[in-house]
């Protein structure tokens, strides 16, 4: 591996080789040595590569945080070690129904919020699954008789359907219904961000609105094409194909590089039942100055980890580190050493001198006025 | 922003308007970013506020494993981006002055992000437009230069001259008392 690595440039252009090479061995498979790779997704062809790319060179560098790099370690050394399968599946298993599927923080933080992110996220999800599986050949139809059609996966040929059956109008009108998920979603998110005052302050329109904004186009632009052959009897279709080409061209590059690349990051919230926290809210780990819990062995020492791989020194007098205390005896620390009453927290026996003759609090003590006068005199 | 945030954490008079301002601010949903809380409660009844110290190089940030964490132009530290927060809560365990908060309902963290929105057109923060008795200040920098300057005059008049290895007990980072 590392010599492999050597003869790149760095650790993602390598990964991402690696990512155009499989895509491009699935597509040699799928499309039957690329005998029928449909033409009319060219433009969407070279934008799904450039998307991987780009996905695979922004996680990458993601995982090569001292922090990401800590945690994915920890993960993976627990999911081999086998005293905690089942703990690992649990947490696996409830992060994908929990955040993932039906994403419940979201609807916690608000009703309206959740629905909205619920048909964005599927529909998003949705319409990459349909869209990479059309133009890479994943997945493509065949007639077999008049009235079968055959679905080919990777080049096998699997179900066979009625053209008018559920199924098939479930498999034709699968981005139909995605984009029909996206525009309610999009059009609730963007009437929330032009209501919402709160929200206007903070947000940027290049981070924020850009990604709705295009996701609109591509929707709406898409939902014209169905309507277009459907009612229209095919007007103006060869223009809004190509509007529509641009459109999620425009969105395939954007995505790894704007908000939408939270999307990848999402998985890794099962590191947190299945390294540290099992049941939220319950810690195991006492704090050295108050005894309190507030956390757990686990993340503390990966936590003290990252921060000495990045050169913080937060070593306590007493030789212990500022995240053995609890965030309440940390900020009393804080207090502490400004106002001079610095002493070895924690295992002070004694109460802590407040009056230690440096230098008294001014507030609501004031001195006798000679004191001040002779002050003066001296600095004059 | 030409303007600092400066704590004198002995004028506190633990009347707590600073977690009432923070809480009506807009988005922060009814919950304070800041604290105010007792020295030593069994010796006196000192109180300080606390506020996040904004750093130039957060640990908070730097032990995000989402990278949820960023720091506007201006410096501001931020509240953990919703969409990348994974609730794991190492922003809490790394901060030094154990500033960022954890929602467990809403799986995100929220901190003090100095009322960015305001300071940045130099109004000052919620909770400093608030503070009756100045432990909380949004000033000018030349302004606390002076103060702290005036602190280590008053601490050489009084006789206490520190030497080489103990000035910083004497002059504590951005500190005054006598800033009348």
Known sequence: MKGLERSFYSKSSM????????????????????????????????ASFIFFIGMTVRLTSWAM???T???????????????????????????????????????????????????????????FAITFGLTFGWMHFKLVDATTYQLVLMGVPTIKMHPEGLFALLMFEGLNITASMLLIGVIMALARRIKNHDLQVTQRAEFDLLPLYLLLAMTVTGLMLTVSYKLLGGWMHPQLQLLHQVTTVLFLVYFPFGKLFHLPIRPMAAAVPMNYQEKQGVDSKSCLGCGELYSNDDQIADVQAILGKQAFDFQTSDGHQLSDYCTACRRKIRVMSQLNMKSPFGNSIAPIQTNNGIHLPGFGRKRSDEFYEQALKEEK | MKKVMYLEFERCIGCRSCQAACRECGGHDSKERNYVEY??????????????????????????PANAIQITDDGVVLSAMEEKCIGCRNCTFGCPFGIPKFDFE??????????????????????????????????????????????????????????????WQYVPEFFGVYSD
């Open chain 2, 39 to 64: 020295v030593n409660f069994f010796e006196n009844r000192q109180t300080y506020p606390m506020l996040c110290m904004q750093c130039k190089d957060p640990a908070c940030a730097r032990v995000c």
């Open chain 1, 15 to 46: 990964y991402s080789f690696i990512v155009v090479l499989t895509l491009f061995f699935s597509m040699w498979i799928a499309t039957g040595r690329f005998t029928h790779v449909d033409y009319m997704l060219f433009g969407y062809i070279v």
């Open chain 1, 65 to 67: 945080r001292p922090a």
């Open chain 1, 69 to 127: 790099h800590e945690v994915i370690r920890r993960s993976l050394q627990n999911m081999k070690t086998r005293k905690r399968q089942k703990r690992n599946g649990k947490a696996i298993l409830k992060t994908l129904v929990d955040n993932i599927i039906l994403q419940k923080y979201i609807f916690k933080r608000g009703i309206y919020r959740g629905i909205q992110h619920w048909l964005i996220a599927w529909g998003c999800i949705g319409s």
């Open chain 2, 106 to 167: 809403e799986n995100k963290m929220y901190k003090c992000d100095m009322c960015y929105d305001r300071t940045k057109h130099d109004i000052a923060p919620m909770c400093a437009s608030v503070c009756p008795s100045d432990a909380i200040r949004f000033i000018d920098h030349d302004e606390m230069m002076e103060l702290r300057r005036r602190r280590t005059q008053m601490n050489l008049i009084e006789g206490k001259k520190p030497s080489e290895n103990d000035k």
